[in-house]
């Protein structure tokens, strides 16, 4: 039995978004069916909302109410309910002349009526008093993450950006050992998680794992979470994380790609990890083998910026975060590509100075370190961003030359 309705139009109807003969049958298979509501694979207008379950006699849920419900429901920190829910009000300001009755929950005393003013002007403008405040606490709420973000300015952050349910989460514990929510459920994860990955002995990077990305997604959401989705553009490596074994994988690759454009974030070194190959068979892997090729979706060829870099393949691994299989690897090439950016260094450090010796045996590749009559002598190699802050604590091992 047929449980959803498909028509492809050149444009969609002012009315009723599909064809009115489509609007009646749908009317037709929720009564056969007896359903509870529609749910339209589109954004629809108020009108367009209101004309269909007139119609259907049902209630009818657009795709970006559906998202936001389910991001609400996902939503367990104080900064994800705040974002969530100013999606959520901006999202229902055009629709208060047909949903204002079940505003009531946002009146509580704020504000007094005006002579003579109408209930749905009430409504506008509580809601309006209460989206200038959840921005106002958003705003409070990062610029308190600013400091954490600004404290590990000169860490190597890697980000992990991919549709929603690849995987990203299990990869992040699994690399981190640690015991992040997983759940095979769509945008399990909407906070941003920063976790250490250790690469060895002297060598972590920051590993950050964020809110899944999906198509179309709804701009209010997106507007909302920029704060969130801004960690992606902060990092120096982009993992793509990709559910290989998904029919839509090509799909969903073009959805990210197009995201990481619009976010930004298309000149910065993204690497393709192919996640949960173990279930592929034999005969799938060929294919999923390309994948690394695929990039954006703009929906149409007008719609792409005319300024859009040309995404080159990306570099992939083929990887299982479940097992473990392919981590290694992928470890190993961020560990090689940290080590060839490493700046030599060569220096005396005295005997009294233990705190550099410490620093240098936990940040640098040491090549040397030999404890002679004036001091320890020390040659390594040390990235760029803790060379500079070895300079810091340790200036008087610096001659002008070496600066």
């Known amino acids: 039995m047929r449980d959803s309705l498909v028509q492809k139009l050149s444009r969609p109807n002012a009315a009723t978004w599909v064809g009115a003969g489509k609007v009646a049958e749908a009317a037709e298979l929720a009564q056969e069916l007896d359903v509870d509501f529609i749910i339209a694979d589109n954004d629809l207008s108020p009108a367009q909302e209101r004309n269909i379950e007139k119609i259907t006699e049902k209630t009818v849920i657009d795709r970006s109410q559906l998202i936001m419900d389910i991001f609400a429901q996902r939503a367990q920190t104080p900064q994800a309910r705040l974002q ?146 801004t960690e992606t553009r902060r990092a120096d490596i982009i993992l793509h994380v990709v559910d290989a074994s998904s029919p839509q994988a090509e799909q969903h690759i073009r959805t990210v790609n197009t995201v990481l454009q619009n976010l930004k974030c298309g000149d910065k070194l993204t690497w393709m990890v192919l996640n949960k190959w173990d279930a592929l068979t034999s005969e799938e892997i060929p294919e999923a083998n390309n994948l690394a090729n695929i990039g954006p979706d703009y929906g149409s060829r007008a719609a792409a910026p005319s300024n859009i870099k040309v995404i080159e393949p990306a570099q992939a691994f083929q990887v299982s975060a479940a097992n473990g299989t392919g981590l290694e690897v992928l470890s190993e090439a961020i560990l090689d590509h940290l080590q060839a950016g490493d700046e030599p260094m060569s220096l005396v450090v005295p005997h009294s100075r233990g705190d550099v010796v410490a620093y240098l045996r936990k940040n640098a590749s040491l090549e040397e370190l030999d404890y002679q009559v004036d001091g320890v002598h020390i040659s390594c190699s040390i990235s760029p961003a803790r060379g500079a802050r070895l300079k810091h604590i340790f200036p008087e091992g610096f001659t002008k030359d070496d600066d």
């Not at 998680?193 to 002297?202: D, S």
């Open 84 to 229: 969530v829910e100013l999606a959520q009000l901006r999202y229902s300001l055009p629709r208060l002349k047909r949903m204002w009755t079940h505003l009531s929950r946002y009146e509580g005393g704020i504000g007094m009526r005006g002579p003579g003013e109408k209930q749905l002007e009430t409504d506008k403008r509580l809601i309006g008093r209460r989206i200038q405040k959840m921005v106002r606490d958003l705003k409070h709420i990062e610029r308190r993450n600013q400091v954490a973000i600004e404290n590990r300015s000169e860490e190597f952050v890697v980000a992990l950006a991919g549709y929603t349910n690849a995987g990203k989460s299990t990869l992040l514990n699994t690399l981190t050992r640690s015991d992040e929510l997983v759940e095979d459920k769509l945008f399990a994860t909407l906070d941003t998680r920063v976790r250490r990955w250790i690469l060895n002995e002297n060598r972590h990077v920051l590993l950050t794992d964020t809110v899944g990305f999906i198509k179309d997604l709804p701009h209010h959401l997106v507007a909302s979470f920029e704060a969130t989705l």
